[in-house]
C-alpha cells in the first residue's frame, strides 16, 4: 500500500538547535517526494521537492530509497520555522498527493 | 486573484442536507485537486481534474460525493446527505499540470451538526 508517515506529531527544539522532520513512505515504484509548510494563518505551500534537489529557507531533504526516507533537516532552526510540516508522495502520472500527517515544529526563543 | 480561491470559508449545517463547495483555481492551471483534511490527520485525496480528461475519482469515499468542472475553470464539490463524519477542511488546489507543483487554497472548513 502507498502511505507517508510522520511518526512525530509534534517536535519542539530551541532556537539555534539542529532540527529534523522524519518522513518515511512506502511505495513500490520510483516516488517523487515533496514537503509542505503551513505557517499560522496562512495556506499550504509547497516547500521544497526532491528533484530539485534545492535548499529552501535552509531546509534540505535527501531521498534514501534504501530507508525509504525524505527527512527534512536543517542545521540552526529559527523562530519563524514554526509550523506544520507535511511530507506528501505523488505516486502517479496524474500528480495526486499522498500525504502524512504532519508534524508541528514549535522552535522556542 | 493571484492564488486559488475557496468559497465559502466556513459552512455549518444540518446533517443530511446538501453542500457545494468551490474552487476556482490560479487562471492557466489545468489540473485542479480536491483534498480533505479531517481534524488531526493528513490530507486525502479526493479527485482530480485534467483538462478534457476522464477525472480520476478513486479518492471519492462514497457515492455522496461527487465533483464537477466546468473546462479549466471553477470547479463544485458536492457532498449530499451529509454525515457528521464528513466535517472537515475541504482544500483545493491546482497547477500547471499533471505533475508540477501544487498551489492551494485556504480551504472550507465543513461543520455538520
Known amino acids: 500500500a502507498q502511505r507517508v508517515t510522520q511518526p512525530e506529531k509534534l517536535l519542539s527544539v530551541f532556537k539555534g538547535a539542529p532540527v529534523e522532520l522524519k518522513c518515511n513512505y512506502s511505495?513500490?515504484?520510483?516516488?517523487?517526494l515533496f514537503w509542505y509548510v503551513q505557517y499560522s494563518r496562512q495556506r499550504l505551500q509547497l516547500l521544497l521537492r526532491h528533484i530539485s534537489r534545492e535548499s529552501i529557507k535552509g531546509f534540505t531533504a535527501d531521498l534514501n530509497k534504501g530507508e525509504t526516507s525524505f527527512h527534512l533537516k536543517k542545521p540552526f532552526a529559527q523562530e519563524e520555522d514554526s509550523a506544520m510540516y507535511y511530507c506528501a508522495l505523488k505516486t502517479s502520472n496524474t500528480g495526486k498527493l499522498i500525504f502524512g500527517q504532519g508534524t508541528t515544529l514549535q522552535v522556542k526563543p | 486573484g493571484a492564488g486559488v480561491s475557496q468559497s465559502p470559508s466556513n459552512k455549518v449545517t444540518e446533517k443530511g442536507k446538501d453542500v457545494e463547495l468551490r474552487c476556482d483555481p490560479i487562471?492557466?492551471?489545468?489540473?485542479l485537486y480536491w483534498y480533505r483534511q479531517r481534524l488531526g490527520q493528513g490530507l486525502e485525496f479526493l479527485i482530480y481534474f485534467q483538462g478534457n480528461s476522464a477525472p480520476d475519482k478513486s479518492g471519492l469515499p462514497s457515492d455522496r460525493f461527487s465533483a464537477e468542472r466546468t473546462g479549466e475553470s471553477v470547479s463544485t464539490l458536492t457532498i449530499q446527505r451529509t454525515q457528521q463524519e464528513d466535517s472537515a477542511v475541504y482544500l483545493c488546489?491546482?497547477?500547471?499540470?499533471?505533475?508540477?507543483?501544487?498551489?492551494f487554497g485556504d480551504g472550507t472548513r465543513l461543520s455538520i451538526l
Open positions: 488546489a491546482s497547477s500547471l499540470g499533471a505533475g508540477t507543483p501544487q498551489h
Open positions: 487562471s492557466g492551471h489545468t489540473a
Open positions: 511505495y513500490s515504484g520510483s516516488p517523487e
